[in-house]
């Protein structure tokens, strides 16, 4: 094998529960209907699915059809009634210091209790429900219940700002809202509850919402809309067993809005059947789980990362989960080094912009804390570049762990090219597909490009946690993802894959940009910046930082007569993380006279990143002659 490698040690591959990665993964790519079916027998149904794969009409793919299920009865239910009953489903420590521990038999009583609350409010099956809630166990308990209960979840990040949240509740049209008082962070109360009031002000189609008491400040509460989660559990109507809803496996179970690199917001939609099939093998097979393991997911369930491997894939597989509400840095940057002593964590599961933050502090603040509980660890969220994926591995890992580098999207539910612990590992690439799984690098008129060669990344088997369309905008989501290379799946991101079929992902292709980890498109930035009044133009692009992977560098361009001054830079900056989020707060507000557009009026990113990196601005022929 060429350039740096890790081979995993002999105790690893004999354990581990793919022990000959490259046997399976022939076995899979001969048959992966076949593959998805053996994993698909795993779990349990209500009723079996007559066909594996329906691609009758693709793009639309079906999985499992006329089987009937519920992803609550797999992550929750049939664990009551097995050995898993008095087993830890969820350690939680919130950054306060308040900490809570749930059974599989506890989260149950949970669920069931916020099933009946939500019930009681009306909601039925295919309702949607919009969740807004800090990392806090009521975030479980609310996505769990809605499911059991055939309602649809849109969890939507709760550092998202009101304008941003009102969209998203609009869109999905959610009868319900869940939220808290407040979240606590780095110390200071984040007022969730005054946010959920600004952007209700014109959502009608809320009729109530939950507030969750986490903070205890004051709150207004709207006495026909509004009602304490601690008033509602303590009724009759909480009291009592509540029954999973069968359903459909291709009933949907959520809807997750994610950043696509032109206009709104894009609503993902996965279903009870294929997403959980496809969450659980992944979780099994590439985390490896065993029966004693903790395991702690940083990622908030604000994302797709903290829906599919924080709630759902530790509970399908009977596993226990380990949240934390607060950061890595605060009080001291030694946080997480304290809880994975403390908590005895064995996976361990994080984003390369928090490794790059936490090596800046130093080896010192992790060498006080014994870590000889982990076994394994994992990164997602963006490329790891070599040398935190080496930090990572040495002073977290002390090279005795492997480090599973996890790429997927939103779209795609769960991973899709990743090692597994039995495989040798090249640090910086995420691997190889997933078994099942096959990739091409395309270059832009779809031929393939030679090995060693940046292109275009295809998925080209679909697989059945694969999203099954964007929410009412069937048509966009055919123009999104197949319409460029028909019958393959566009990623959005340029990738090569070397010599010995390992994948290395270089970023995204379009104008999505990955800030600390977060998925922002272009789009919505500039929305944001335009919508500050003296702002008449603006261009958001994406420049390689440090620690957060991409910052965002923002063109603007302003009404004449104001002067671009330094505070209304930084006046605009906060505008922004104002009206969508802190996470998309531009790093640099730079004042120009005009954009460089082409003659149909588009941006043209490209050159104004050519221009900030100081690089060659390339073919100029289309752009508009001023
Ligand atoms: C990027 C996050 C390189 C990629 C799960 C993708 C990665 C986008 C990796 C999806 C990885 C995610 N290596 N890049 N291991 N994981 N990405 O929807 O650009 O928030 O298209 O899902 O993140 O972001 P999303």
Redesign the pocket.
């Known amino acids: 094998m060429q350039g740096e490698v890790w081979y995993p040690s002999d105790d690893v591959v004999a354990a581990a529960v793919v022990p000959d990665h490259d046997a399976l993964a022939a076995a899979a790519a001969a048959d992966p209907v076949g593959f998805w079916a053996d994993r698909a027998n795993e779990l349990e149904w209500f009723e079996p699915w007559e066909k594996t794969l329906d691609d009758s009409n693709a793009p639309f793919f079906k999985w499992f059809t006329g089987a009937r299920t519920n992803i609550v009865h797999n992550a929750v239910d049939r664990h009551i009634s097995g050995p898993h009953k008095n087993k830890l489903a969820l350690i939680w420590v919130g950054e306060n210091g308040d900490h809570a521990t749930y059974s599989y038999f506890a989260l149950n009583r949970e669920v069931e209790r916020m099933a009946n609350v939500i019930r009681s409010m009306g909601v039925r099956k295919g309702d949607r429900v919009t969740i807004y809630l800090p990392r806090i166990p009521e975030l479980h308990f609310a996505m769990l219940a809605c499911a059991k209960l055939g309602a649809v979840h849109s969890v939507v990040f709760a550092g998202y700002s009101a304008d941003a949240l009102h969209d998203r509740v609009n869109a999905s049209e959610s009868k319900l809202l869940i939220t808290a008082d407040g979240a606590w962070i780095n110390g200071q109360v984040f007022p969730l509850k005054g946010i959920v009031d600004e952007a209700l002000r014109f959502s009608p189609s809320v009729e109530n919402v939950i507030v969750v008491r986490r903070t205890g400040q004051d709150v207004t509460m709207d006495a026909l809309r509004d009602h304490w989660y601690h008033d509602l559990v303590a009724l009759p109507i909480a009291k009592g067993r509540c029954e999973t809803v069968k359903m459909d496996a291709e009933d949907p179970l959520f809807i997750l809005y994610?950043s696509g690199s032109t206009g709104k917001p894009k609503a993902i939609v996965h279903t009870h059947g294929g997403y959980m099939v496809g969450v659980y093998a992944t979780m099994k097979y590439v985390f490896d789980l065993r029966e004693e393991d903790r395991y702690w997911c940083t990622a908030d369930p604000g994302?797709?990362?903290g829906h599919s491997y924080l709630v759902y894939g530790p509970l399908l597989n009977g596993a226990t989960a380990f949240m934390y509400e607060g950061g890595p840095t605060y009080p001291y940057p030694n946080k997480w080094w304290q809880l994975i002593e403390y908590y005895g964590i064995t996976i361990f599961y994080t984003a390369p912009t928090a490794i790059r933050s936490l090596m800046r502090f130093g080896d010192a603040w992790v060498n006080r804390h014994d870590l000889s509980s982990l076994r394994l660890l994992g990164?997602?969220?963006?490329?790891?570049n070599p040398e935190a994926w080496r930090w990572f591995h040495r002073v977290i890992g002390k090279e005795r762990c492997p480090l599973m580098?996890?790429?997927?999207?939103?779209?795609t539910g769960a991973f899709q090219?990743?090692p597994t612990p039995s495989m040798p590992l090249k640090p910086g690439s995420?691997g190889k597909p997933f078994f099942g799984q096959a990739v091409e690098i395309l270059d832009e008129e779809g031929r393939p490009v030679p090995a060693g060669q940046e292109g275009l990344l295809v998925l080209t088997n679909p697989w059945p946690a694969m999203l099954r369309t964007l929410y009412r905008e069937d048509e966009r989501y055919v123009e999104s993802y197949w319409s460029k290379f028909p019958g393959k799946y566009l990623?959005?991101?340029a990738a090569r894959v070397d010599e010995d079929g390992y994948v290395w992902?270089i970023?995204?292709s379009d104008d999505?940009i990955?800030v600390s980890?977060?998925?922002l498109g272009t789009a919505e930035v500039e929305s944001a910046l335009v919508s500050h009044p003296v702002v008449t133009e603006a261009a958001a692009i994406g420049l390689p930082h440090e620690v957060k992977g991409n910052a965002i560098h923002a063109f603007v361009v302003i009404k004449p007569g104001i002067e671009p001054t330094l505070e209304l830079g930084e006046q605009i900056r906060q505008h922004v993380g104002a009206q969508l989020s802190p996470i998309a707060k531009p790093d640099t507000v730079e004042f120009v006279y005009s954009l460089p557009k082409t003659r149909s009026g588009k941006i043209m990113r490209r050159v104004l990143k050519a221009r900030a990196l100081g690089q060659d601005e390339g073919d100029l022929s289309t752009l508009e002659a001023d």
Do not use: L, Y
């Open positions: 994610t994302w797709i990362t990164s997602v969220g963006e490329p790891i580098d996890t790429w997927w999207q939103t779209e090219i990743c995420a990623a959005g991101d992902v970023g995204r999505v990955k980890g977060h998925r």
